[in-house]
């Protein structure tokens, strides 16, 4: 292992062109949702268990018969060719390296068949961009490139301004390849009206529809986690689209407080939202998450050094990882608990 975290954090950030740096870092409206993830985050304090015989604990983790060596995917993320070359097969590849898993998204590139599914784990994100029949071929698409579960994302059903790309003229819708996108509809508002129309509903059909895990991705609340068991989903994802949706939402560790207290013990929970380090996911998992997503870190670990700078990234958060589980008497990702959380 190389570096430290804040490091290629830094190091990757820099090494990015501007206008893309500042997309990735953007949150909607006056970014108080990206804020809002981060205070939420600061508000857990870790409680730890003394003198619990824990020995050297394991990183490792199983959800949904996924076997992981480290509870952590990469989020869904559109403009990774931008960043490095190698795209999604790059952050696959550094991802799988570490034993974490990696989540692909609808609108990177390379095509979706073309991304290593083997050596590791690999889950597909869906958005609702098209009629049933074009989402079902999605599906079965994912199912034969040998991803593992099909995760479909429901927190943008529209886009929040982003002021640092209107500044910048940044776009990049204008600058990506899409090649997943063949015969969905071509235009960006024909895509959101197929989202907006999204219900319960079509999700309870994709789930019958579907040879692989459907993943619901976006829920901030009881009411929602409930109405996603019921649709039969395999498991929910806690998520505000990293704060891009829209200003003013929950943090995502408070929303996975209401989650857990609704569904927990019923079917894994994912989230995301602010996590960078490895006391980071030490808090989500303690507070009831299965899996802990990275986003924008990952981002700026494959801008500092493409799928080694992943894996590297990944490295020193399960090193990382297994001191925090050893100090806070845990043998496991799967032994963390309310005991070792204070809400302050």
Not at 98 to 125: D, I, N, R, W, Y
Not at 220 to 231: E, F, G, I, K, M
Not at 294 to 304: F, T
Request: charged share 15%; net charge negative; aromatic share 6%.
């Amino acid at each position: 292992m190389n570096g430290t975290i804040g490091g290629i954090i830094s190091a990757g950030r820099v090494r990015l062109e501007p206008g893309l740096a500042g997309h990735i870092a953007a949150g909607a409206g006056d970014g108080s949702t990206l804020v809002a993830n981060a205070e939420a985050l600061s508000r857990r304090k870790l409680v730890s268990s003394v003198a619990s015989g824990v020995g050297t604990p394991t990183t490792s983790t199983s959800v949904l018969g996924f076997e992981l060596e480290l509870p952590v995917i990469t989020a869904p993320m559109g403009p990774v060719e931008l960043i490095d070359r190698g795209g999604a097969r790059a952050m696959a590849e550094g991802a799988h390296r570490a034993g974490a898993g990696t989540t692909v998204a609808l609108t990177s590139a390379p095509m979706l068949e073309e991304v290593p599914t083997t050596g590791g784990v690999s889950l597909f994100q869906l958005y609702w961009w098209g009629d049933r029949e074009w989402i079902r071929s999605m599906i079965l698409r994912a199912h034969q490139a040998g991803f593992a579960a099909v995760v479909v994302t429901v927190d943008v059903p529209d886009y929040g301004t982003r002021w640092a790309d209107v500044e910048s003229g940044f776009d990049h819708h204008g600058q990506m390849a899409l090649p997943n996108l063949a015969y969905a509809p071509t235009e960006r508002a024909q895509r959101l009206s197929f989202q907006q129309a999204l219900t319960f509903d079509d999700i309870a059909w994709v789930v019958e529809t579907s040879p692989i895990p459907i993943i619901l991705k976006g829920v901030l609340s009881a009411a929602d986690a409930r109405r996603s068991v019921t649709a039969g989903v395999a498991a929910v994802y806690v998520s505000n689209h990293g704060g891009r949706a829209i200003a003013g939402q929950i943090g995502t560790m408070d929303a996975l407080d209401d989650v857990v207290g609704e569904v927990g013990g019923e079917l894994p929970i994912l989230v995301d939202g602010g996590f960078s380090t490895a006391e980071d996911i030490a808090k989500g998992l303690a507070c009831g998450a299965d899996l802990v997503a990275i986003g924008r870190p990952m981002a700026y670990a494959l801008a500092h050094g493409g799928s080694e700078g992943v894996a590297n990234y990944l490295a020193l958060l399960q090193d990382g990882l297994r001191t925090a589980l050893t100090v806070l008497g845990a043998s496991s990702p799967d032994a963390l608990g309310q005991m070792h959380i204070r809400r302050t």
